[in-house]
Each structure stands twice: as C-alpha cells, then as structure tokens.
C-alpha cells in the first residue's frame, strides 16, 4: 500500500548545528507521486514548508531542501544550520495530483537547543 | 488572515455526551476533511468532502459523523464520544490538481 516512514522524534540538536530528518515512501497505487513536507509550530496548523512534484527535483524553503529520490523512495529534509524558531513537528507527505488523499509520516518532533 | 478557521480550540466532554466540531474556510476549495493526530500516529483521515452536500468515509469513520451544509463549512460529529475519542482534531481544505491541504490550527478535545 501507500505508506511514508520517517525518522522518529524527538530529535534535539544545538542552534547552529545541521540537521536531516529521513523520510522514505512507498506509492503503489499513485502513478505520479508528490512530495511534501509540512511543519507544526506550537499551537499552530500544519502549513506547508515545501513540496516536490517531479523526482530528482529538490525543493526548498526557510533553508530547509529536500530532494525527491525516486530510485531510493526517498525525501530526506535537510538544513545546515538550524535555528531555535525551527523547532517544531515536522511531517512527510505523500499525495499524487488529484488525489483526494494525503499520506502522512508519524512527524518528528524537534528540538532546537539555545 | 488565516483561510481554514476551527472552533472550538479546546473543548472537555463527557463520555455519551455529543460533541460538534466546526470548520470553516475561505479558500473557496472543494474538498474539506477531518483528521485526528495522537501520538505515535501519523494524521489519520476520518471523514472528508469533495462540496456541499457530500461526505465520504476516509480511513477511521467509525464513531463519527460528518456534515457539509456548504462550501465553506464542514463539521464534525460525535454523538456518543468516548474517552478513546480525545485526540487533536485537524480540519483542512483542498483542491484537485493541487494535491497539497490547507490546514485549521487544530482543536484539542478531551472526553471524560
């Protein structure tokens, strides 16, 4: 079936250091994936931070990237350098084109140290 | 000015007792849906619409109810709620051909 894995949380790292959240998918059923990633700040909706709708495409946003692998079903959200305000839950997505459904990871739950 | 509009934001229940969630949007989108978030769990579907009028199953409906009196709104319905039903609920709005949803900031119910 449709499905989206990522890394589990709480993920803490230190202001200024890298990051890489790993996502990977699997789509049986939708023919043209499409790729997000979306964030929820505290006491926030979830809103999008980017998206990707054709492989070996990387999108970006806020300094965050993610490239959407196709041979590896893989969307990994990358930043080099990470900021307090970035702390958040982070969520993989996967939807195709007018699909009416969106699959989404478990999020990960980050943690940015002052 | 935020587009997907939820009330309440918070709201405490008592087992068998009917619980209505509101959903409002401007987007002017077709599709609206209803999900619940709980630890562990990805957002998992419980009812979505494609407009006024429909509502369609999505993956955990059981134990709860749907309206779509219009394009704007799209509520969500517990009739008898249960302590398993406490969870964050999430309202979005979307539209064929963007693939992505457009999200309320969340309501936290909790049943007693």
């Known amino acids: 079936g449709d499905s989206v894995t990522q890394t589990e949380g709480p993920v803490t790292v230190s202001e200024s250091e890298s990051l890489i959240i790993n996502c990977t998918y699997s789509?049986?059923?939708?023919?043209?994936?499409?790729l997000f990633w979306y964030v929820r700040y505290p006491g926030e909706g979830l809103q999008l931070l980017l998206k990707v709708i054709t492989a070996g495409q990387k999108g970006s946003s806020r300094g965050f990237e993610a490239t959407y692998n196709k041979e590896t079903t893989s969307f990994h959200l990358q930043k080099a350098s990470v900021q307090e305000s970035d702390s958040a839950v982070y969520y993989c997505a996967l939807g195709g084109t007018n699909a009416y459904k969106v699959i989404f990871g478990k999020g990960t739950h980050l943690h940015v140290l002052p | 000015e935020a587009a997907v509009t939820q009330s309440p934001r918070n709201k405490v229940a008592v087992t068998g007792g009917k619980v209505t969630l509101s959903c409002n949007q401007t987007n002017n989108h077709n599709n609206m849906y209803w999900y619940r978030q709980d630890t562990g769990h990805g957002l998992r579907l419980i009812h979505y619409s494609y407009g006024a009028g429909s509502t369609e199953k999505g993956d955990i409906p059981d134990g709860y109810k749907a309206s779509r009196p219009s394009q704007e709104n799209f509520s969500l319905i517990l009739e008898l709620a249960t302590p398993s039903q406490t969870s964050v609920y999430f309202c979005a709005s979307g539209d064929a051909g963007l693939a992505e949803q457009f999200f309320g900031p969340g309501t936290r119910l909790t049943v007693l």
């Open positions: 789509a049986t059923s939708i023919a043209y994936p499409n």
